[in-house]
Structure formats: structure tokens, C-alpha cells
């Protein structure tokens, strides 16, 4: 799934070639890509694309009476069109513009979960934004110490719960805690302050280098493609210590870490309860 630097380079790159471009017409293709019935889409017809923005994982599409909010979800794209065939491959929705050009959400798979959410006024009052908690990138210590102070759980769902902290997913997740040399299991409660600021730099590094590396691309990057340490990298060598990277299963998730980094050396079972957690 595209993460917050996928989804901002993304939206860097579609504002680049698109701002200013006026649309022509909004057309979902499938019955489920449009996700709002109110306002009518086509409320946007006729203006320009003034911004495209990121909130957590969702791009926004700004229009000056209305917002078109894009999930990707897992599998989906939001790519120039340049066929515009009547019937494209996974396609979801398409936006053409004046200038003859078009935009197509697409998405692969069956599970028909991104789509488009056309929305008037503030988009973060509205779903599928508005339970989203701060932008990953916009958490200070102070605010990280208030966060993990909420519900208790484990690091590693928490960083991916977006209405705890948006914008991260599994590959993040992995990456951050390697990062900060936490366990992905440590309870959220038990983090003292000196490690909510490993963990805000973490992020910060992170998603600095997920950006760095998808700014120089020309096209969002597959997941294998994506920079990092832990994350799908079973059985290689850790780069911080040289440590074999483990995975484990939990909660129908595949959590990768290093052992001597992470977990003072303890390598983890599958399903492990919370003893060798801590
Ligand atoms: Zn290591």
C-alpha cells in the first residue's frame, strides 16, 4: 500500500502537471468508485484544479466548490490516462479536462475498497478524513508523548492505526521501530519520553528517505521497490549490526525486525503471547 512519502510525491507530481488544468467532467465507471452522492460531482465541472494535496495516505483534489478525495487503498493508482479507452483495465473513475488530457483512478484486484469521495468545505470534517488523527510528519515529542499515552497498545499497531497518527502503513511501521531500535511490541504506555523521541526522528528519517527516493521517480514505486531496512527483507543481514532480519506473525500481520537492534536479541515465535513481548 502507498505510504504518506508515496502519496506526497504523488501529489507533487500530479499538481506539477496538472494545476491550473480545468475539468471537463468527472466520470466514475464503476457503481462503487464514487463513494458521496452530495454534492453532485459536477459541481466541479468547468474549474480549474487549483491544488492536489495529501492527507495521511489520501490524496485531495482541490477544486474552488468542492474536493475530490482519492483513497488508493491498497492496490489503487491515480495515473495520467492516455488511451481513454471505453473500458480500461481495473479502471474506477476517470477526470478529463478541457485540455484533452485525463486522469484514471484504477484498481487492481477484486476488492473494490479506493474510490472517490466528492466533498464540500473543509475535507477533514469529512469521512474518509475525518477520524484520521495528526499527519505522521506533523508529530512533535510533545505530542508523541500524548499520543502513546492513549489507548495502551503495541508500537507497531499503533503506528499504523491512522486515527492515532496518519499516514503510515506496514512497511513504515517496520522501518520506524528498526529506526528507533524499539521492539514493534513494546506496549505504547511504557515508552518514556527519550524513546517518543527516537521515535519522532525515526519518523522524520524515514519518511525523509521515502520522499528522497520517490521524488526522483516519475511514477509511484512498488512496494518491493521501496528503500529500507527490515521491511520484506527476511534472512538479510541488518545494516545497523548485521543481525539476520526475522519475521513473525501477528494478528494476520508479518512484522519484520532485527533481534539485536530491537529485541535485546530474542527472537520471536509466531503467535508469541505477551511474555516474550515485552
Ligand atoms: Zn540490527
Known amino acids: 500500500m502507498p505510504e504518506l512519502p508515496e502519496v506526497q510525491a504523488h501529489a507533487e507530481r500530479l499538481e506539477e502537471a496538472f494545476a491550473g488544468a480545468v475539468l471537463e467532467q ?3 465507471l464503476t457503481f462503487t468508485a464514487l ?9 466541479t465541472h468547468d474549474e480549474p484544479l487549483e491544488s492536489v494535496r495529501r492527507r495521511g ?28 479507452a471505453a473500458k480500461p483495465r481495473n479502471g474506477q473513475a476517470r477526470w478529463i479536462f478541457t485540455d484533452g488530457r485525463a486522469l484514471l483512478l484504477t484498481e487492481a484486484g477484486t476488492e473494490r475498497k479506493a474510490g472517490v469521495w466528492v466533498v464540500a468545505g473543509e475535507p477533514d470534517d469529512h469521512e474518509p478524513l475525518g477520524r484520521l488523527g495528526p499527519d ?9 508523548v500524548e499520543l502513546l499515552g492513549g489507548e495502551n497498545t ?11 497518527i496518519a499516514g503510515l502503513g506496514r512497511r513504515l511501521a517496520n522501518e520506524i521501530c528498526h529506526r528507533a531500535r524499539l521492539s514493534p511490541f513494546a506496549m505504547t504506555n511504557k515508552l518514556d519520553r527519550d524513546e517518543a523521541h527516537s521515535l519522532v526522528e525515526a519518523i522524520g528519517a524515514c519518511v525523509d528517505e521515502g520522499l528522497t527516493y520517490e521524488r526522483a521517480r516519475d511514477k509511484m514505486s512498488s512496494s518491493k521497490e521501496r528503500p529500507g531496512s527490515v521491511h520484506h527483507r527476511t534472512g538479510e543481514p541488518c545494516p545497523m549490526c548485521g543481525d539476520a532480519i526475522r519475521e513473525v506473525t501477528y494478528n494476520r500481520y508479518t512484522v519484520h525486525y532485527c533481534p539485536t537492534c530491537q529485541t535485546d536479541g530474542k527472537v520471536l515465535a509466531d503467535n508469541t503471547t505477551s511474555k516474550f513481548l515485552k
Open 154 to 164: 503495541r508500537i507497531h499497531g499503533f503506528l499504523r492505526d491512522q486515527r492515532r
Open 136 to 144: 505522521a510528519v506533523d508529530v512533535d515529542v510533545d505530542a508523541m
Open 35 to 43: 463513494k458521496t452522492f452530495d454534492p453532485d460531482p459536477s459541481v
Open 26 to 28: 468527472f466520470r466514475p
Open 57 to 84: 495516505k489520501v490524496l485531495l483534489l482541490v477544486f474552488p466548490s468542492a474536493t475530490h478525495i482519492v483513497h488508493l487503498m491498497q492496490g489503487g493508482r491515480l495515473e495520467l490516462d492516455e488511451k481513454q
